[in-house]
């Protein structure tokens, strides 16, 4: 898939900006190729590169740039094709961009992840709108048109597990579930292993309100239920139990879950003087989802273990984006170790 010296994946559609990283991430990796992950965005000291004298380079756009060109230095004798994944690449040098792009037998090719529409008024924003094919853009429809562009990927996404859907009945589950492409697949995935194990092939109102509900009960929330006690034996078994009952891809839709509900810890853990009533409507949710959903994971973690379990599901979204081997093994792994009482 990667052609060409230089390549640009952005947008505002987030799933799908993310899904078509990631595949030509896997696809260039079972090919061979050596991947390199560079992020322009780190500023964290453990992020920082030493320069020749042992000191910090604390200037990102510096750091930035000898990470790139590292990479673009081919070794003689050890030779073999890299792949560059370069995250919030705003600051990168253009100069350097431009000349790579003109390359003719590069061994490396720079893959430049832009979160968002490409900004048209700097050089790095305009050098990518004159790239042409080689600019993969995935913009978010505008809000009329969103149930519109939901419901022809719905349809794609349950025919490819070799199921049908009657468009009335997808469009009435997209009323219901949003015009968020992850949340959609994962019904799709919930439903379509309902279906399995009915024997269906055709998705029906059964297999449909059956799919939004209790699989998810089967999945997700015992997990969060096992982090609200902190008992790690029962949530290694009910992540194994997910693993064994999903296909080896779901780790991102698993993670968004759990993320959502655990941003929701964190916000209450921050609202903990006001009324239920009132960090409730801070929330948005009803009163009861706050009292029974929240409140008691907000109450086990606080402040910091929330963020420290959100630290985990992202670290496991950025494995899987990167391609890495076992993404499962990350958030599985760092669940666990957080979950560990101390001195464990």
Same mark, same amino acid.
Not at 16 to 32: K, S, T
Not at 74 to 89: D, G, I, R, T, Y
Not at 288 to 296: D, T
């Given at each position: 898939?990667?052609e $060409?010296?230089?390549m640009?994946?952005?947008?505002?559609?987030?799933?799908?900006?993310?899904?078509f990283l990631r595949n030509?991430?896997?696809a260039?990796r079972?090919?061979?190729w050596?991947?390199?992950?560079?992020?322009?965005?780190?500023?964290?000291?453990?992020?920082?590169?030493?320069?020749?004298?042992?000191?910090?380079?604390?200037?990102?756009?510096?750091r930035l740039?000898q990470e790139?060109?590292?990479?673009?230095?081919?070794n003689?004798?050890?030779?073999?094709?890299v792949l560059?994944v370069?995250e919030h690449p705003?600051?990168?040098?253009v100069e350097l961009l431009k000349q790579h @792009?003109q390359?003719?037998d590069p061994?490396?090719?720079?893959?430049?992840h832009i979160?968002?529409?490409p900004d048209?008024?700097t050089k790095?924003g305009k050098?990518?709108?004159e =790239?042409?094919?080689q600019?993969?853009?995935?913009? $978010?429809?505008?809000?009329?048109k969103? @149930?519109e562009?939901a419901?022809?990927?719905?349809l794609e996404?349950?025919?490819?597990?070799?199921l049908?859907?009657d468009?009335? =009945?997808a469009?009435?589950?997209i009323?219901?579930v949003g015009?968020n492409?992850g949340?959609?697949?994962?019904e799709? =995935?919930k439903i379509?292993?309902?279906?399995e $194990?009915m024997?269906?092939?055709?998705?029906?109102p059964?297999q449909a309100?059956?799919?939004?509900a209790p699989?998810?009960?089967?999945g997700?929330h015992?997990i969060?239920n096992? =982090?609200?006690?902190r008992?790690?034996?029962?949530?290694y078994?009910?992540?194994?139990h997910v693993?064994?009952t999903?296909?080896?891809?779901?780790?991102?839709p698993?993670?968004?879950?759990?993320?959502s509900a655990?941003?929701?810890w964190a916000?209450?853990?921050?609202?903990?003087a006001?009324?239920?009533?009132?960090?409730a409507?801070e929330i948005?949710?009803?009163p009861?989802?706050y009292?029974?959903?929240?409140?008691?994971?907000?109450? @086990?973690w606080?402040?910091t273990g929330?963020v420290?379990l959100l630290?985990?599901?992202a670290?496991?979204?950025r494995a899987v984006?990167?391609?890495?081997q076992?993404?499962?093994?990350v958030l599985?792994s760092g669940?666990?170790?957080?979950c560990?009482?101390?001195?464990?």
């Amino acid at each position: 898939m990667a052609e $060409a010296p230089l390549m640009v994946v952005s947008g505002s559609e987030d799933f799908l900006r993310r899904r078509f990283l990631r595949n030509v991430v896997e696809a260039q990796r079972a090919d061979g190729w050596r991947i390199v992950e560079i992020d322009g965005g780190a500023d964290k000291d453990e992020d920082e590169a030493a320069d020749e004298e042992g000191g910090r380079i604390k200037d990102t756009k510096r750091r930035l740039h000898q990470e790139v060109l590292a990479a673009l230095v081919s070794n003689p004798f050890l030779p073999e094709m890299v792949l560059a994944v370069v995250e919030h690449p705003e600051k990168l040098d253009v100069e350097l961009l431009k000349q790579h @792009a003109q390359e003719t037998d590069p061994t490396t090719v720079l893959l430049l992840h832009i979160n968002g529409e490409p900004d048209g008024r700097t050089k790095l924003g305009k050098f990518v709108k004159e =790239l042409g094919k080689q600019h993969y853009n995935f913009p $978010a429809p505008k809000a009329y048109k969103a @149930a519109e562009v939901a419901l022809p990927f719905l349809l794609e996404e349950v025919r490819k597990r070799g199921l049908t859907f009657d468009p009335t =009945l997808a469009a009435a589950l997209i009323s219901k579930v949003g015009t968020n492409l992850g949340f959609l697949r994962f019904e799709v =995935l919930k439903i379509a292993m309902l279906a399995e $194990a009915m024997g269906v092939t055709t998705i029906g109102p059964v297999q449909a309100k059956g799919g939004m509900a209790p699989i998810a009960q089967a999945g997700v929330h015992p997990i969060l239920n096992a =982090l609200v006690d902190r008992d790690s034996a029962r949530l290694y078994k009910k992540l194994q139990h997910v693993r064994r009952t999903m296909s080896k891809d779901e780790t991102i839709p698993i993670c968004r879950f759990l993320g959502s509900a655990i941003q929701r810890w964190a916000a209450a853990s921050y609202l903990d003087a006001l009324p239920a009533r009132e960090a409730a409507q801070e929330i948005g949710i009803s009163p009861w989802e706050y009292s029974n959903l929240v409140l008691p994971g907000a109450r @086990a973690w606080g402040r910091t273990g929330s963020v420290a379990l959100l630290r985990v599901v992202a670290r496991a979204e950025r494995a899987v984006l990167r391609g890495a081997q076992d993404p499962w093994l990350v958030l599985v792994s760092g669940l666990l170790a957080v979950c560990q009482p101390a001195g464990r």
